[in-house]
Every structure is written in structure tokens, then in C-alpha cells.
């Protein structure tokens, strides 16, 4: 079976500081990696896809990484503001074409405080 | 700017009551989703759709139906509400990707958040 399990389920910080979120799966066949942001209340937002080949990928002070041997996937956050203060949620895609799944991790609920 | 919208972001309705809920998508997206998202249980899909008329189930199909008429529009349809889905409901699309037709980036809407009393 699928799964994603994402540590620690909940994080508080203060502003300014670096924090870590932890992503491992059991997925197979695989094909991609997601991290997505979300705000209390809306959508999820995306903030990278990275496949097999990639290690890690940036998106501004967010860098993903990805270890394929391991199965594990990291999501830095650099110089924390009150801004981040979401869930974010780990998504691992599996197989590709109509038969193409995703297999969503519970999320770390990130609290940024002055 | 794209946009994928949920028709209701609040909804309250009484046990029995048939229910829709309507998403709309403006980026010409093959693939949409519809999702529950309960506390402690992460995102769980409900049905997909990859074409016009064209449904799929998901993980959780049970006690929904869904309606694709329009390249746009995915509806979500609980024919005889239950308290047991009281729930946030989310929609999604993407384009389906590259040779092998990976799921490309999901876009998601806003949310509706359902009680069923």
C-alpha cells in the first residue's frame, strides 16, 4: 500500500528562523515528489515537483530535496516570516497515464511567532 | 491569472438532502478532482475526471456521484446527504503531462467546507 508520512505533525517557530519538515514514502512505481503549501481555511498552492532525477529544487526561500535511494524528501524554509504559517503537505505521484495516482501525507502544521 | 472556483465556500445542509457542488476551471485542464479533506486524514479522493464525460473513481467513491458535461466544469453530487460527510471538499485540475501522461501540477480551489446536520 502507498503511504506518506510526514514529521512532525506540528512545528512552532519564531520569525526569522530555519526549520526543516520531513517527508518519507513507500510508493511505487514512482514518478514525482510535490510539496504544497496551505493556509488555514483555502486551497493548497504548490511549491515544487521534483521527479527521480532531481535532488533539489528552490522556490525562493523554500528548497525541496529528494533522496530516491531513501525514499525521503526534506522542505527547507529559510528566514521564516509570519507568512509561512501553514500546513504543508508531501505528495507522491505513482505511475503514470489514467492509472497516474497520488498519495497525500498528513501535513506539518508550521506556526511562525514573533 | 488561473483559477479553479468552488461554487460555494460554505454550505449547511440537513441529512437526506440531495447536495452539488460545482467547480469551474479557466485553464483548459484535461484532468479534474475532487477531494475530502478531514482532520488527521490528509487529502482523499473522491473521483477524477480525465475527459469530457469521462469519470473515474477514486478511493472514497461511496455515497457521491460526479457530472462532467463541459471541459470546465466538474460537479460533485451527494444524492442523499449523511452527517458523516460533514467535510471540507476540495476540486483540482491539471494538465495531463509529457509522453508518459503524468499528472501535472494540481491547481486547487478555495475549498467548501460542508456540515450535514
Known amino acids: 500500500k502507498n503511504q506518506v508520512e510526514q514529521s512532525p505533525q506540528s512545528l512552532i517557530i519564531l520569525e526569522g528562523k530555519n526549520c526543516t519538515l520531513q517527508c518519507n514514502y513507500t510508493v511505487s512505481p514512482f514518478s514525482n515528489l510535490r510539496w504544497y503549501k496551505q493556509d488555514t481555511g483555502r486551497g493548497p498552492v504548490s511549491l515544487t515537483i521534483?521527479?527521480?532525477?532531481?535532488n533539489t529544487k528552490s522556490n525562493g526561500r523554500y528548497t525541496a530535496t529528494l533522496d530516491a535511494d531513501t525514499k525521503q524528501s526534506s522542505l527547507h524554509i529559510t528566514a521564516s516570516q509570519l507568512s509561512d504559517s501553514a500546513s504543508y503537505i508531501c505528495v507522491v505521484s505513482a505511475g503514470t497515464g489514467t492509472a497516474s495516482k497520488l498519495t497525500f501525507g498528513t501535513g506539518t502544521r508550521l506556526q511562525v511567532t514573533l | 491569472d488561473v483559477k479553479v472556483t468552488q461554487s460555494s465556500r460554505y454550505l449547511v445542509k440537513r441529512t437526506g438532502e440531495k447536495v452539488f457542488l460545482e467547480c469551474v476551471q479557466d485553464m483548459d485542464h484535461e484532468n479534474m478532482f475532487w477531494y475530502r479533506q478531514d482532520p488527521g486524514l490528509g487529502l482523499r479522493l473522491i473521483y477524477f475526471s480525465y475527459d469530457v464525460k469521462m469519470k473515474e473513481k477514486g478511493d472514497i467513491p461511496e455515497g457521491y456521484s460526479v457530472s462532467r458535461e463541459k471541459k470546465e466544469r466538474f460537479s460533485l453530487i451527494l444524492e442523499s446527504a449523511s452527517t458523516n460527510q460533514t467535510s471540507m471538499y476540495l476540486c483540482?485540475?491539471?494538465?495531463?503531462?509529457?509522453?508518459?501522461?503524468?499528472?501535472?501540477?494540481?491547481?486547487f480551489g478555495e475549498g467548501s467546507r460542508l456540515t450535514v446536520l
Open positions: 483540482a485540475s491539471s494538465f495531463l503531462t509529457g509522453l508518459a501522461g503524468v499528472v501535472g501540477e494540481l491547481f
Open positions: 521534483m521527479t527521480f532525477s532531481e
